[in-house]
């Protein structure tokens, strides 16, 4: 007897996706990163999480005294591996921290989700 998925390769490629998107929906981890510059206020809303956690830890310039204040959606904070899968994305703001010290840190607010690290400026209205 013939396996019908073989012979029927929609269905079996239908299959492989639902798999894939049940497997991704349990590993998938929207993590998003804020750093803001102490003694100032974010330029745009922080996550679509209803709370934030700032971090105890700020983030310092290695070539002055500019620190940033990190914050992360509350939920995604309190997760079993927090740790482990921030650390990547802290050591990319870092970077842009130090980066932004050739500006006299005139960016006060960066984002990361995952490579990229995100300059928020504010919008100017004239």
């Not at 005294?65 to 939920?75: G, R």
């Not at 870092?94 to 989700?113: C, D, L, P, Q, Y």
Request: proline share 6%.
């Amino acid at each position: 007897m013939r396996d019908r998925s073989v012979t029927n390769p929609a269905s079996a490629l239908q299959r492989i996706k639902t798999y894939k998107l049940a497997s991704d929906g349990l590993t998938k981890m929207n993590l998003r990163i804020a750093a803001i510059r102490s003694g100032s206020e974010p330029v745009r809303k922080l996550s679509s999480g209803s709370f934030q956690r700032w971090l105890e830890t700020p983030l310092a310039c290695p070539k002055c005294d500019a620190t940033y204040n990190l914050a992360v959606d509350w939920d995604l904070s309190n997760d079993r591996w927090f740790p482990e899968t921030s650390r990547p994305l802290i050591t990319l703001l870092k970077k842009a921290i130090m980066m932004g010290h050739s500006t006299n840190h005139r960016v006060i607010h960066f984002e990361t989700e995952g490579v990229i690290v995100e300059s928020v400026t504010p919008t100017s209205t004239q």
